[in-house]
T-cell receptor
Framework: AQTVTQSQPEMSVQEAETVTLSCTYD???????LFWYKQPPSRQMILVIR??????QNATENRFSVNFQKAAKSFSLKISDSQLGDTAMYFC?????????FGKGTRLSVIA | ETGVTQSPTHLIKTRGQQVTLRCSSQ?????VSWYQQALGQGPQFIFQ???????GRGNFPPRFSGLQFPNYSSELNVNALELDDSALYLC?????????????FGSGTQLSVL
């Protein structure tokens, strides 16, 4: 079974600084997708970024980028120029065939 | 906003009761998935419906059941509620456009079982 591990339960960063959230996963499959979701206090899961495993190029979305290391099964999220609105729970998720599998999340606090 | 709406937003029930949660999918989406998110945890997959048929189920007992209607809206029913059923229940809709389909989540229903 696929598993997703987020080893940082909580992190904090100063406004305008850069922070990296870690994620590792376990799978024997070759073609799959990885995601980072943001869950603010409103509770709605918001897709931040998506990475296809068959693409070597790391995905980027404005201030958000990933470092995808397929051999190491690592998928970290970098947030540049952190903003107060980035304060939220961040979940790493994996899908191959079947449902999305989530990690336990990292609570990120952006401090003014 | 994703266009996925869930009702009610909060609900309080007592142990042994039954509950129905509702979800309206985003326009054009024919697949609905339900997730349970316990406090401090990531969402756990309950089941998925595609064109009114159950299309996958997670490790949840049969007292968790669902329906999807012709307009692709959906219900999650939980019978014989237990204290451990207290959680945020998230609905997500998507299109079956292949692997890596993007899920669009609602804001969830917070269920408290006393």
């Amino acid at each position: 079974a696929q598993t997703v591990t987020q080893s940082q339960p909580e992190m904090s960063v100063q406004e305008a600084e850069t922070v990296t959230l870690s994620c590792t996963y376990d799978t024997s499959e070759n073609n799959y997708y990885l995601f980072w979701y943001k869950q603010p206090p409103s509770r709605q899961m918001i897709l931040v970024i998506r990475q296809e495993a068959y693409k070597q190029q790391n995905a980027t979305e404005n201030r958000f980028s990933v470092n995808f290391q397929k051999a190491a099964k690592s998928f970290s999220l970098k947030i540049s120029d952190s903003q107060l609105g980035d304060t939220a729970m961040y979940f790493c998720a994996f899908i191959w065939s079947g449902p999305l599998v989530f990690g336990k999340g990292t609570r990120l606090s952006v401090i003014a | 906003e994703t266009g996925v709406t869930q009702s009610p937003t909060h609900l309080i029930k007592t142990r042994g009761q039954q509950v129905t949660l509702r979800c309206s999918s985003q326009s054009g989406h024919n697949t609905v998935s339900w997730y349970q998110q316990a406090l401090g945890q990531g969402p756990q997959f309950i089941f998925q419906y595609y064109r009114e048929e159950e299309n996958g189920r997670g490790n949840f007992p049969p007292r968790f059941s669902g329906l999807q209607f012709p307009n692709y809206s959906s219900e999650l029913n939980v019978n014989a509620l237990e204290l451990d059923d207290s959680a945020l229940y998230l609905c997500a809709s998507s299109t079956r456009d292949g692997l890596g389909e993007k899920l669009f989540f609602g804001s969830g229903t917070q269920l408290s079982v006393l």
